[in-house]
């Protein structure tokens, strides 16, 4: 009986290619010919998505829980509209939204998309009380409240449904205080505070995190470049490295290029030039050289947790709950500091595998990922 269902659903998905109809409305100041080249190209990486996720469908018939998840039909089309609303939403004043380094907005989570699909077995291994069709969808949807134009939180939840609006709702920012520090101290808190109740909207956070690092040195500002490390060696290290020892390791990749990138930036003469033209530049550099010097050496030995799978997301959410109730950004970041500081080192040789990039292999010079190649 299972092969006979394996099966049916095979044939169903075999052929499946998608091709979404933008609202053509919503780009009324692009021409027609500029329209049409938007759409080909979203067409054509909306199918990279699909492919890699029929790959996955295929290779979780290892895992029938998994295989099942992948393939229902309701979630495949709910992924379908998730891909089409940011198609249209990251869209503002009849303009596609660009990143700062240059290409389509909606890059940003389609990537993301693409990898959680790729590590989507690897999240339900580790991870097996989050759900992961959540998790993926949330990938494509996390910024388009933050970013996109004229959407809400209300407008996730008729579409997609709570436990999704939820993640959403958790890594938007909407702090609006001046003072950077109290401004991070805010969103900070409001993140790790929802977290708590949803540990999923953790795994969604860190393929935003990832992402942002993998496409930083495209950031043309310098300065911005530093604050973006900055937050991300205070905050985003460890809890990668935590995740990490947890048994997910493709969040290790983080901690790899943050101490990359600190070590350029902090020697990079350009920089340091431009220091004395920017008080608040300045104060950042000299706060990331801190933090570099206190976490390097922490963050350069592998360490891990002994905690059961059925037991990762609750440590996770015991994790954000803690971070919660501090009350500086400071304490966040030595909280965060002491517990991987006092994580146990890996004494034997990493029997996990290595963590490969998923993206190896397809062409990153396309017109849509033009600015986003791969450190090797």
Same mark, same amino acid.
């Given at each position: ?29 692009? *021409? ?8 080909? #190209? ?23 829980? /998994? ?19 940011? !198609?249209?939403?990251?869209?503002? @004043? !009849? ?6 380094? !240059? ?16 590590? %989507? ?21 996390? @910024? =388009? =409240?933050?970013?996109?134009?004229? =959407?809400?939180?209300? #407008? ?8 999704? *609006?939820?993640?959403?709702?958790? =890594? ?21 505070? $929802? ?30 470049? /530093?604050? /973006? ?32 990138? *600190? ?18 530049? $300045? ?12 976490? $390097? ?15 990762? %997301? *609750? +440590?996770? %959410? ?18 965060? +500091? ?39």
């Amino acid at each position: 009986m299972k092969g006979a269902m394996f099966g049916a659903i095979d044939n169903d998905l075999k052929d499946d290619i998608i091709t979404i109809e933008l609202n053509r409305e919503l780009f009324y100041k692009k *021409s027609d010919s500029e329209f049409e080249e938007y759409q080909k #190209d979203f067409n054509f990486w909306t199918n990279e998505i699909w492919q890699q996720f029929l790959i996955e469908v295929k290779h979780a018939k290892k895992d029938s829980s /998994i295989y099942n998840k992948l393939s229902n039909n309701r979630f495949r089309n709910r992924l379908k509209i998730a891909l089409k609303f940011i !198609g249209e939403y990251h869209v503002t @004043d !009849g303009e596609m939204q660009l990143r700062s380094c !240059g290409n389509f907005f909606i890059n940003h989570p389609m990537r993301q998309c693409l990898s959680a699909i790729s590590e %989507s077995q690897d999240i339900k291994t580790y991870f097996p009380r989050l759900k992961v069709r959540d998790i993926l969808i949330s990938t494509v949807l996390h @910024d =388009v =409240v933050e970013d996109g134009y004229n =959407v809400n939180v209300k #407008d996730i939840k008729s579409l997609f449904g709570k436990n999704i *609006s939820d993640i959403v709702d958790t =890594v938007t920012k909407t702090s609006t205080e001046k003072d950077r520090e109290k401004k991070t101290l805010e969103n900070m808190t409001a993140m790790f505070t $929802k977290m708590f109740k949803n540990p999923a909207a953790v795994i969604t956070k860190m393929y935003d995190v990832r992402d942002n690092i993998r496409t930083l040195k495209y950031i043309n500002k310098k300065c911005r470049r /530093i604050r /973006i490390t900055l937050e991300a060696l205070r905050f985003y290290v460890p809890i990668a490295e935590i995740v990490g020892a947890l048994g997910f390791r493709h969040f290790r990749e983080i901690k790899k290029l943050v101490l990359q990138y *600190s070590r350029e930036l902090l020697n990079d003469e350009e920089v340091i030039k431009e220091l004395e033209k920017d008080k608040w530049c $300045k104060q950042q550099y000299h706060q990331l050289k801190q933090t570099f010097e206190k976490t $390097k050496t922490v963050y350069s030995i592998d360490r891990y947790i002994r905690v059961g799978g059925n037991n990762s %997301s *609750s +440590f996770l %959410s015991n994790l954000m709950k803690k971070l919660s109730k501090k009350k500086t950004a400071s304490e966040m970041e030595l909280t965060l +500091f002491e517990i991987v500081k006092g994580l146990n080192v890996q004494k034997v040789q990493d029997s996990w595998r290595a963590c490969v990039m998923e993206e190896d292999g397809i062409d990153m010079e396309k017109k849509m990922f033009k600015c986003y190649k791969l450190t090797k």
